[in-house]
């Protein structure tokens, strides 16, 4: 146990440094919209287009995924941190969607000015100790303006570097 | 066919505002050290402590990892763009560990210098599409100076802004 919980530690440690780009994972579900701020997201496959998300099972998000209801990868633009907070924190359920413009696409909460939007169809999903993996068939991609993400490191939000 | 070609082509320029720190890969497999920059690395689950990967099948440390190779992950420092650049243009096998200081621990390539290595046992393997997804459990973590990785945005190397 204590090995375990030194393991953790410094894998918590070692994974602030892995700095990623902010993403805020959406989905609808019998009518309720739910968003989640997540930075673990990977692009998977080009053919099938595919990307993947993992989330922790006792995420709100997690029971609507675990459906089988799509979902949308909102990928923020380095002036949405606001965004990303309302999506982490205490805010919940439709709170979360009173800061920024959501758009309805396919079905799905959009964000707009978002860097990128990626709707996509729920293909498959793996359980993995705490979290699932939600594997998405990429049916639509949406950009806007030029890339400038909000990038999470070391505990806080910033840019890239030009 | 064509509408395939669209969406592959869509997520590609999505995926150009998905910034994400520069990860090199790396496993020995009878006694061959492989290295490949990647950045289609997630955080999974903390209980157990691990990671996953996104590999192309064509990539040269499919192979070893697929008989279940072990491996190492190694964030880079900002500085470090150069390993990036070895461990995934035209170099192959040995020649791309002439770049940086590479330690072996427990019989991995592990970067000296690196924002953190993650030494990681081959604990499971998922195929989909064009990739397979491995999940690596995190036995040791190394950290290195203060919070400063490489970055990959928009089709080229940088830092996050202070």
């Known amino acids: 146990m204590t090995e375990t919980a030194d393991i953790s530690a410094r894998l918590r440690d070692g994974l602030r440094r892995l700095a990623k780009a902010v993403v805020v994972v959406t989905t609808q579900h019998r009518s309720q919209r739910y968003a989640m701020a997540a930075t673990a997201v ?10 993947l998300i993992c989330v922790n099972r006792t995420a709100g998000l997690h029971a609507p995924l675990a459906t089988g209801a799509g979902f949308c990868l909102n990928i923020l633009h380095s002036s949405q941190a606001a965004i990303a907070a309302a999506c982490s924190g205490g805010l919940t359920g439709e709170q979360r969607f009173e800061h920024g413009a959501w758009a309805n696409r396919n079905g799905l909460p959009c964000l707009e000015g978002a860097q990128a939007n990626f709707l996509c169809r729920n293909e498959r999903s793996i359980d ?9 068939l990429v049916e ?10 909000l990038v999470y490191v070391d505990g806080r939000y910033t840019g890239v570097q030009e």
């Open 140 to 149: 639509e991609v949406l950009t806007s303006g030029r890339p400038d993400p």
């Open 42 to 51: 990977s692009e998977l496959s080009m053919d099938p287009p595919s990307l």
């Open 128 to 136: 993995h100790g705490t979290h699932t993996i939600f594997i998405g």
